[in-house]
């Protein structure tokens, strides 16, 4: 059974950092492009940013683009996301979620999810 | 606001059917991006529901079915039941490259 295991979240102060992490079991690691997806209070999903499974190729949403940093570790079966510079608009419950392929595809689905870790940017 | 519209809210009875629309454009769903529709419950990982326009993940009850026509998809759901009130969204990809999703529709189970 995959299961994606998020933490790191917690409260923050405009212009701060946090790092996310995301423990992944029950799948071959590298051979999954992995995601991280926000759902800030009371709005719709926000697609973050992606990375495929060798680590060498990612996108980011432009909203965080040149501010969040996505990598993964194969040996830990680890997902990150590094927040820098964080702006009370990027408080959002984290997901992390898996695609089906080792790279990473505009048809593919994010076909299974973590239950999120919360962020909270604010002074 | 996002770029893939859903209706906000949905309602219908037990038993009854209900479908959920998910409109694009040319940039996503109309230039042949697959949809992916998922449900998000309370407290719970987000789900997969269905992906590639109209395939289900093994699991998922076959009162779920999706459609997708030109630049606009659809989910229907028959056979209501209570334990379906959730969040629904869909989901594509767009030139950019970004990955899009609808601004979400409640289900609610009268």
């Known amino acids: 059974e995959v299961q994606l295991l998020e933490s790191g979240g917690g409260l923050v102060q405009p212009g701060g950092s946090l790092r996310l992490s995301c423990a992944a079991s029950?799948?071959?690691?590298?051979?999954?492009?992995m995601s991280w997806v926000r759902q800030a209070p009371g709005k719709g999903l926000e697609w973050v940013s992606n990375?495929?499974?060798?680590?060498?190729?990612?996108y980011y949403a432009d909203s965080v683009k040149g501010r969040f940093t996505i990598s993964r570790d194969n040996s830990k079966n680890t997902l990150y996301l590094q927040l820098n510079s964080l702006r009370v608009e990027d408080t959002a419950v984290y997901y992390c979620?898996?695609?089906?392929?080792?790279?990473?595809?505009?048809?593919?689905?994010?076909?299974?999810w973590g239950q999120g870790t919360l962020v909270t940017v604010s002074s | 606001q996002s770029v893939l519209t859903q209706p906000p809210s949905v309602s219908g009875a037990p038993g009854q059917r209900v479908t959920i629309s998910c409109t694009g454009n040319s940039s996503n769903i109309g230039a042949g991006y697959d949809v992916q529709w998922y449900q998000l419950l309370p407290g719970t990982a987000p789900k997969l529901l269905i992906y590639g326009n109209n395939n289900r993940p093994s699991g998922v009850p076959d009162r779920f079915s999706g459609s997708k026509s030109g630049t606009s998809a659809s989910l229907a759901i028959t056979g209501l039941q209570v334990e379906d009130e959730a969040d629904y969204y869909c989901q594509s990809y767009d030139t950019s490259p970004s990955w899009m999703f609808g601004g979400g529709t409640k289900l609610t189970v009268l």
């Open positions: 979620a898996k695609g089906p392929h080792t790279y990473i595809s505009g048809y593919d689905p994010f076909d299974y």
């Open positions: 029950g799948l071959t690691f590298n051979r999954a492009a």
């Open positions: 990375i495929d499974g060798t680590g060498r190729s990612a």
